[in-house]
């Protein structure tokens, strides 16, 4: 029918029907035989129809509140692109009456999550999304926003046992494992391989634990698959304090000073591997591959002076996008949503860099 949008006349007219019958089949509603139906379907794959989604979503004549939840951009730049991308989000659902409220909560102080956290659902949002990076603290929201019926979609942390809506992320313990190799890419001989967690609470954390297990289990295989007499491979994990504290200094320090030229390797599991690269520079340990996440201005920075070996970009603003429509997806326009929506884990270099900024 060319460019001429289709019309539920056009499909009764094909399938030799009432305009009423092919109402029906389409909402799903009232009594048509099995026959009927799959001839009303099979004329409109034929015709190609696309129901008016905007045009329904108006005439039934329904707002929708969404809430986010999620930690402060002013205060961790790595959130200032997921939050991006559900203000865009928002901004073209408009038209179907959805608006949004933001939650933002500082990350370092689990009583910010829990006042945020208890606004937004005092509010009785229909639809939230949210990053849950306080573990234990956000279980009694789950259960609240279960029992009273209120779909959430997690994002940036995957928790695999709730019933929630949908998540869209990275597979942490992939990109864990991801970074193992990139840390280990090109070094014959066997070493010491860092995982570095910065100002993280590593019990209430559990993408950070993931990606962690990943980047182990990647070095365990490698030393089953060489066997024995292969090279060595050294797995150690710190829990490093905030930057801004006189102990991350020492302690990093320190364990340069220990490892020495044993010390392949460095994994940061957070976006803050730009923390670490002065270090590697003031020790001239530029040999050390350093293998981080995202793409921070100090990250690029450190990138292409070539203290960063690696970045991997968790596409944190489609993480952010994605997860409102899909509460869309399911609130208004009545879609099946995908329990989990995984991102692609990109690589990127200083060669690669410009292509991604």
């Keep these: 029918m060319g460019n001429k949008a289709v019309r539920l006349k056009d499909i009764a007219l094909k399938a030799n029907v009432s305009v009423g019958t092919v109402d029906r089949v389409l909402h799903n509603r009232g009594r048509v035989s099995e026959p009927v139906r799959q001839k009303v379907l099979l004329m409109m794959e034929e015709l190609a129809y696309e129901p008016n989604l905007m045009a329904r979503t108006l005439g039934a004549n329904r707002s929708y509140q969404l809430a986010a939840i999620q930690p402060d951009p002013t205060l961790d730049p790595y959130w200032q ?37 208890g606004q937004a659902t005092a509010a009785r949002p229909d639809g939230i999304l949210i990053a849950p990076l306080f573990y234990r603290e956000s279980l009694a929201f789950f259960q609240r926003w279960q029992q009273g019926r209120i779909p959430y979609v997690l994002f940036n942390t995957h928790i695999a046992e709730l019933p929630y809506l949908s998540y869209v992320g990275q597979d942490s313990y992939q990109s864990g494992f991801l970074a193992g190799k990139l840390a280990q890419l090109g070094q014959a001989e066997g070493g010491t391989f860092l995982v570095a967690h910065i100002a993280e609470d590593l019990a209430n954390s559990l993408h950070v634990t993931q990606k962690e297990q990943g980047f182990r289990d990647y070095f365990a295989q490698r030393a089953a698959e060489r066997g024995s007499p292969g090279p060595a491979y050294k797995v150690r994990s710190i829990a490093l304090p905030s930057p801004a504290e006189p102990a991350f200094a020492r302690q990093l320090n320190q364990l340069l000073d220990e490892e020495g030229p044993r010390l392949k390797g460095i994994f940061v599991s957070t976006s803050k591997a730009y923390e670490i690269a002065p270090y590697l520079q003031a020790y001239h340990r530029e040999d050390i591959r350093l293998v981080g996440y995202d793409l921070l201005e100090r990250n690029r920075h450190f990138l ?32 099946e949503i995908a329990p989990v929506t995984y991102l692609p884990l990109d690589i990127i270099t200083k060669e690669n860099l410009q292509y991604y900024i």
């Design 81 to 117: 692109a997921p939050w991006e991308g559900i203000e865009q989000a928002a901004r073209e659902l408009k038209p179907y009456r959805v608006t949004l409220s933001m939650y933002p909560y500082d990350l370092g102080q689990v009583n910010s999550f829990l006042e945020q956290a």
């Design 304 to 335: 292409r002076e070539g203290i960063i070996d690696f970045l991997i970009n968790q596409n944190p603003k489609q993480q952010g996008y994605r997860g409102i429509c899909a509460l869309a997806d399911q609130l208004i326009f009545k879609k």
